[in-house]
Nanobody
Framework: QVQLVESGGGLVQAGGSLGLSCAAS????????MGWFRQAPGKEREFVAA????????NYADSVKGRFTISRDNAKNTLYLQMNSLKPEDTAVYYC?????????????????WGQGTQVTVSS
């Protein structure tokens, strides 16, 4: 059974930092692109960041560019998201996702596997 399990969410003050992890099990995703999405209350799920299978290419939403960093460790089958300079508008449930292809896409329809999500709350 394939599982993606996020961890590292929590409550942080504006301007602070959090690091999210996504551990994959059941199969290896070392040849697959992966990404992070988020969903705030009352809003649709939105793209945050994505990374190519080898980490050689990344893509970020404009709203997080320069503040968030996506990375991966294929040996550990783990995806990361380092979030700095957090803002209250970053408050959301953050989801890890993996797709069946090696290249990046920013659309949620392009991802086949999803984690259960982890809550990130940024207080002002």
């Amino acid at each position: 059974q394939v599982q993606l399990v996020e961890s590292g969410g929590g409550l942080v003050q504006a301007g602070g930092s959090l690091g999210l992890s996504c551990a994959a099990s059941g199969r290896t995703f070392s040849s697959n692109a992966m990404g992070w999405f988020r969903q705030a209350p009352g809003k649709e799920r939105e793209f945050v960041a994505a990374i190519r299978w080898d980490g050689g290419s990344t893509n970020y939403a404009d709203s997080v560019k320069g503040r968030f960093t996506i990375s991966r460790d294929n040996a550990k089958n783990t995806l990361y998201l380092q979030m700095n300079s957090l803002k209250p508008e970053d408050t959301a449930v953050y989801y890890c996702a993996a797709r069946s292809f090696a290249t990046i896409t920013t659309t949620s329809d392009g991802y086949n596997y999803w984690g259960q999500g982890t809550q990130v709350t940024v207080s002002s």
